[in-house]
């Protein structure tokens, strides 16, 4: 990798976790006429083509009227040589705006899984406590240097836990995107994880998890208790291979229909600055930050990729793909454009209530291989959907909200080197 694009690796980093610099005139805005400036995929001119569906078809794969349900979860039989410990926030949580704007909550919960013995996670669950505004959980491990900083910041707010748009919301914190701390995440349609046997994710004896949770408040708000079960064994009972999550964010610009195009917030800039007023400066510079990881210009587009190299030889074993509900699909391929082309992971028709990891065929990659992740949204999706009522349309940049929007693709990998 280049000394530049490490050095748009690490800014770029810096924005998808909690500390970012803000740098002026980042990148220019380019022309706002749809999928210009984008490079497209292998493949995409015929990709660009949606599956053929009805309007009934698009609002039942985005059924945000209904939530996921709170029915018990069976517990599945536990494998030779596991234990199951559930870990749960202390005390009821009510979410509300942080800025007393907008209907998203980040809040990140310091728990203790209580191991006194090096071991490896195999498995996890997240239970959500109030479904209807659970949007998405996601499990981090904390390293060291880091537990009493997360106890101060806990102890600080009178309410369990503490704010933590984009990241764990913690000074200083590097969230890696080839090698990231992601321990698991659950969205709408998740299930219990299990990792493949012979494999776990190293978790040192006195290790702690931050739990973080995104709460939507589009149908009200209420107490939550949320609660997270992990499978784990003894290191000293089991040599087992580590696995590591890589995360391929790319940036959306999703402009304005051309009917609405007049809007206050169908200007690239007023959209940012209502990101910024929603979710504080520092996660509201992710949508410009992320073209400095990706190497990409702004253009407003329908369909926009990111293309990166990887440092390290790996073997990927499970793919899954994270939009939000202006979603219409994802695509993860392995060197793009070359004859050793390859697709990780395709789904056609986004089903926001369906975001389960998939397990693939091992793929062998080697250090300097491609990756990317391409994703396409449509604003057609706001006449469909309940979640939309009342609110006007925007220039959808990358943000934090669920009206928001994302395009990430996570994978679940082994690099070469510990093998």
């Not at 939530?67 to 202390?90: C, D, F, H, M, N």
């Not at 479904?131 to 997360?150: G, Y």
Request: charged share 20%; glycine share 10%.
């Amino acid at each position: 990798m280049s000394s530049t694009s490490r050095t748009r690796l690490r800014l770029a980093i810096a924005g998808l976790g909690a500390a970012a610099v803000v740098a002026a005139g980042l990148v220019a805005l380019g022309s706002r006429d749809a999928d210009r400036g984008v490079e497209a995929p292998a493949g995409a001119n015929q990709a660009l083509d949606p599956p053929a569906t009805t309007p009934e078809d698009l609002q039942l794969s985005h059924d945000d009227t209904q939530p996921v349900s709170t029915a018990p979860v069976k517990a599945r039989k536990l494998r030779a040589g596991e234990q199951r410990t559930t870990l749960q926030i202390p005390d009821a949580y009510t979410p509300s705006s942080p800025t007393g704007t907008g209907t998203d909550d980040y809040r990140c919960f310091l728990l203790d899984p209580g191991l006194d013995e090096d071991a490896w996670l195999t498995g996890t669950q997240i239970l959500p406590g109030n479904a209807e505004i659970v949007h998405h959980v996601i499990l981090f491990r904390l390293e060291d240097d880091s537990v009493a900083q997360a106890e101060a910041e806990d102890a600080e707010s009178p309410e369990p836990g503490w704010t933590c748009f984009g990241g764990m919301g913690l000074e200083g914190e590097f969230n890696r995107v080839d090698d990231a701390a992601w321990l698991g995440a659950w969205a709408p349609g998740g299930r219990e994880t299990l990792v493949r046997d012979g494999y776990g994710v190293s978790l040192d004896s006195g290790t702690r998890i931050v739990m973080q949770v995104h709460y939507n408040l589009l149908l009200g708000s209420g107490p939550d208790q949320s609660a997270t079960q992990i499978r784990w064994r003894p290191k000293a009972d089991s040599d087992l291979t580590p696995l590591h999550t890589t995360l391929l964010a790319a940036p959306v610009e999703l402009p304005c229909r051309p009917q609405h195009e007049l809007g206050p917030l169908c200007d690239r800039d007023a959209s940012i600055a209502d990101a910024k007023k929603r979710f504080g400066e520092s996660a509201g510079q992710t949508a410009n930050l992320l073209h400095l990881l990706c190497g990409t210009n702004i253009y407003a587009t329908q369909t926009t990729s990111c293309t990166r190299e990887i440092p390290r030889a790996m073997t990927v074993l499970g793919a899954a793909g994270h939009m939000h509900l202006l979603g219409r699909w994802i695509r993860i391929e392995a060197n793009p454009g070359t004859p050793e082309a390859s697709q990780i992971l395709e789904i056609p028709l986004w089903n926001f209530d369906d975001q389960g990891a998939k397990r693939i065929k091992p793929l062998h990659l080697d250090a300097g291989d491609t990756l990317r992740v391409t994703c396409h949204h449509e604003q057609d999706m706001r006449d469909l959907l309940p979640a939309f009522d009342g609110t006007q349309e925007k220039y959808v940049v990358w943000a934090e909200g669920t009206t928001d929007e994302m395009c990430l693709g996570i994978l679940q990998v082994v690099f070469d080197d510990e093998v």
